[in-house]
């Protein structure tokens, strides 16, 4: 059974970082392509941003040179580093599971889902 475990929201002031984890235990992050969303109350899901296994990134317009992921295969681990953090990047973030193509991360069609972790920036 598939289980994706998001971890390290919180509570930050504007302009402060967090750096969000990934895990998953009955697959290997290492064969998905690997993405961050995220809601916020009212809104429709958003893709944040996703890489593939071959290292290729996409970045939604609205985080490109403040968040960066990332991926550590010998702990199957997913990352998502969020420096400069604004109020408007308030959301529950989830973390997901995809077939291994740049597709996926251009269409958000991702099979498997974590719970969430929420990231709550104050102004």
């Known amino acids: 059974q598939v289980q994706v475990v998001e971890s390290g929201g919180g509570l930050v002031q504007a302009g402060g970082s967090l750096r969000l984890s990934c895990t998953a235990s009955?697959?290997?992050?290492?064969?998905?392509?690997m993405g961050w969303l995220r809601q916020a109350p009212g809104e429709e899901r958003e893709r944040v941003s996703c890489i593939t296994s071959g290292g290729m990134t996409w970045y939604a317009d609205a985080v490109k040179g403040r968040f960066t992921i990332s991926r550590d295969n010998a702990k199957n681990t997913l990352y998502l580093q969020m420096n400069s953090l604004k109020p408007e990047d308030t959301a529950m973030y989830y973390c997901?599971?995809?077939?291994?193509?740049?597709?996926?991360?251009?269409?958000?069609?991702?099979?498997?889902w974590g719970q969430g972790t929420q990231v709550t920036v104050s102004s």
């Open positions: 009955g697959l290997t992050l290492d064969d998905y392509a």
């Open positions: 997901a599971a995809g077939r291994n193509s740049y597709y996926t991360c251009v269409s958000g069609g991702f099979g498997y």
